[in-house]
């Protein structure tokens, strides 16, 4: 969960990106507001994950907020003009929003932010620490990002530019805007396994790998090969028990 505060001297831009952020199932909005002093506090009393931060406001432009108040967190400005985009990069924020603003484009710039947190968080394996055991992924349906549980996952299949996560609940897949190595990165190493170009599997529903192809404990078979196979087996020699199967003799019989 991401929190949230809005800053805009503007009323009815301050209640589009609440409805917004409350529309969005990984953002908590903490405050919104049109003061720029309440804000600036605001920040000092308890840092957020995303500052929802307009450019053009009387009292200090958004420019001078983030040099007097220097937040600590992921910048998002919002504003009506488009010429200080460049200027933009010199603060190194994180998007750039152009009023009046869609939630099509506002879902885009949060989205880029939940993944560039999602990646950086350590990975912990200490008795009891927590650990993230779902995904949101934005689907085909405009506007729809729909939590997925990881033990649900049986595949994920690669499209150009999108992919297809196969689930146990359902035989029809969840088609999500990411490509293969994006969601690759997204999902912990320990419980899936990248095993050719275009397919990502749960290792839990590996039954067997056969030449070239893996058998999931049902249809279909996945291809595999090359690299990806070696991973692949490099990954199952720790579990292997028996190596090979040797022939009995006549002796032995």
Avoid: W
């Avoid at 649900?152 to 190595?181: A, C, F, H, M, W």
């Amino acid at each position: 969960m991401l929190t949230c505060l809005v800053l805009d001297d503007e009323q009815y831009a301050v209640d589009l990106l609440k409805d917004y952020i409350q529309e969005t199932p990984f953002l908590e909005l903490v405050a919104a507001t049109t003061q720029v002093m309440e804000a600036m506090n605001l920040l000092r009393q308890r840092p957020v994950d995303i500052l929802f931060l307009d450019l053009h406001m009387p009292t200090l432009t958004g420019f001078q907020f983030l040099e007097v108040a220097r937040p600590q967190t992921h910048v998002i400005l919002t504003t009506a003009y488009t010429q200080h985009a460049v200027q933009s990069y010199d603060y190194n924020v994180s998007d750039y929003l152009v009023k009046p603003i869609s939630y099509d484009r506002f879902l885009k710039a949060v989205t880029k932010i939940l993944n560039q947190v999602s990646e950086s968080l350590p990975v912990s394996t200490a008795p009891g620490a927590p650990v993230e055991d779902f995904i949101f992924v934005k689907t085909e349906h405009k506007g729809k990002i729909q939590k997925i549980s990881l033990q649900d996952i049986r595949y994920i299949e690669g499209l150009k530019n999108y992919v297809s996560i196969y689930t146990k609940q359902s035989d029809r897949p969840i088609v999500t805007y990411v490509g293969i190595g994006d969601m690759e990165a997204r999902l912990p190493g320990h419980l899936f396994a990248r095993v050719h170009r275009s397919y990502i599997v749960s290792i839990s529903e590996v039954e067997a790998v056969d030449g070239n192809e893996i058998i999931l404990r049902k249809p279909p078979r996945i291809p595999t090969g090359g690299k990806y196979k070696d991973q692949l087996m490099k990954l199952f020699e720790s579990k292997v028990v028996v190596g090979n199967v040797r022939k009995s003799t006549a002796s032995e019989e």
